[in-house]
């Protein structure tokens, strides 16, 4: 039997592995957290860190594992890069077009040599920006350390600077263009630098402006962005020789004008998968995996469906007792991620359950999509 390793024990992953053993791969995964979903309830668990990289090695000798399944967070992605190097195992990228991706300096650098549209960067402190800017650091995630200046000069800069930088592994920052419009997703799955399949999502930030907590899918975005965004994405996987497998954009929409924010190769996180398969049948997770597995993995048949997903988080330390909810809903889908008397942070630290509504029409979707995004659709224990 053909045997994997999945590295990463979050309850996002969990999709992941239903895929691979359904192709009869037994399964081990690794993760430190002992509180993680797979950790507390997969046989074949390592517990082990696998950002020490000669650590996650290790394991893969100890294993031999024929795939190495990156979950859904960049660390995890990163990893195995390090550890896959030379093209030991199918799907994963060299370190280098790894850190071409993942790091956000080196992604902008890229991007500006193949003429990728993205928002413009500024050589801070040679340079001081004349108009709004997003300050961030280069490697961090889920909104840690990111500061928009609407009104820059040397002291405000400095003082953005100094926090994105004090939350990055590499203690870096960049100061870039803030480009004012709606964000979206793109999920790309290229194979020879031509996109085979992809899905559009249009995302939302309820409680913290920089962590997306409501989403759903798009089929009417601008042709123009649409367009723009494929070509860029393309250009990018045949620029860069990257291997093939899915690339998941987050970009700005203003008008008829994209600005790609942030670039990945790994699944995203808080079940984003399972939005794409709930709204239209097409098995995601098995998409996603089967680069790994040395698969080629066939459409499911199309379905349609109204579907929102909603991580619940909060904007205060709280400790969760009950929601009450302000109209019915027809759920999909609820997966707890608290239990009461749980002690939760706020976004993106504390997270109460994900949410797959479905909606009856087009209008009941952006009527239930307003109510939670304007936190008029449950309150935490009122």
Known sequence: MPKALLVDTNFSSWPILRALEAWGIEVHVVGANPADALAKAYPRHHALDYSDTDALARLVETLR?????PGCNDRSYISCAAVAEGGRFPGIDSPENTRNINDKAAFREVAGRLGLSIPRVFDWPAETPQCPVIVKPVDAFSGKGITIVRQPDHVTLEAAVKVASGVSRSGRAIVEEFVEG???SHSAFVAGGCIVQDFWVIEHCSVNPFV?????LLDDLDETVTAGMRCDIEHLARGLGLVDGLLHTQFIVSGDRHAIVEITRRCPGDLYSQLIQLSTGIDYPAAY???FAGRSESPSAPDSRLIMRHT?????????QHLRFFRPLAIDRWVPLATGGDELGPSPLGRMAILFAQASSAQDLRSLVDATVSGQLYQVNA
């Open 65 to 69: 594992p024929d795939y190495l399944v």
């Open 312 to 320: 619940l988080t909060g904007n205060c330390t709280v400790s969760l």
């Open 182 to 184: 709606q964000l979206h």
């Open 212 to 216: 997306v907590d409501v989403s759903h």
């Open 289 to 291: 995996a089967a680069t």
